[in-house]
């Protein structure tokens, strides 16, 4: 027996479709019985088609999704399903500018501010916030999806152009660019 897709993620508040293959001598029946596991939410869900349904509140980081034929019930094939991290990336803030280069003196702090929609307390999103030159002194005031980063930097920065890199969870990269004046 197999179940397809064998390697999944499924992010919360999606669906994903799966199929079944009951293997055999004598052409075994197709149907099966589809069960999920592993889920701390009520809403996520598969139906007897096989259609995954992850709650938006789930806190689970993976769950089973297992297909258990209906004329051997000891023959069942399970794949496991990760679910990344909660968190979208909701843009920069004023005063750096979503779109373009934001220009700024250097041996200033910069005020770096950004959202998370739908992140989850215990489940951080954000990875690493960060510029891509050494030497910058960065002091955190940031609620669960509302961040705010000074960042120090330094004289040394002037007539550069720097960028700063937000990394969530679900691997996505998120760029702001700076001229230092």
Do not use: C
């Not at 197999?2 to 029946?29: M, W």
């Not at 096989?50 to 094939?77: I, M, Y």
């Not at 999103?125 to 609620?143: E, L, N």
């Amino acid at each position: 027996m197999s179940v397809t897709p064998s390697v999944v993620t499924v992010s919360r508040g999606e669906k994903r479709s799966f199929t079944a293959t009951v293997t055999g001598d004598g052409h075994p029946a197709q149907s099966v019985t589809w069960s999920v596991s592993g889920n701390a939410s009520t809403g996520t869900t598969i139906d007897g088609e096989g259609l995954l349904t992850v709650a938006s509140d789930e806190k689970a980081r993976t769950l089973t999704v297992t297909a258990t034929s209906t004329a051997d019930a000891s023959r069942s094939a399970a794949v496991t399903v990760t679910l990344p991290a909660p968190g979208t990336f909701g843009g920069f803030r004023p005063p750096v500018k979503a779109d373009g280069v934001t220009v700024v003196n250097a041996g200033r702090t910069i005020p770096i501010k950004w959202t998370i929609g739908g992140e989850m307390d215990g489940e951080p999103a954000v990875v690493s916030a960060t510029f891509d030159a050494p030497g910058a002194d960065y002091h955190w005031i940031s609620t669960l999806g509302s961040y705010h980063l000074n960042v120090d930097t330094p004289r040394s920065w002037a007539g550069s152009r720097r960028t700063f890199t937000v990394t969530l969870a679900d691997g996505s990269v998120h760029r702001a660019e700076f001229e230092m004046k």
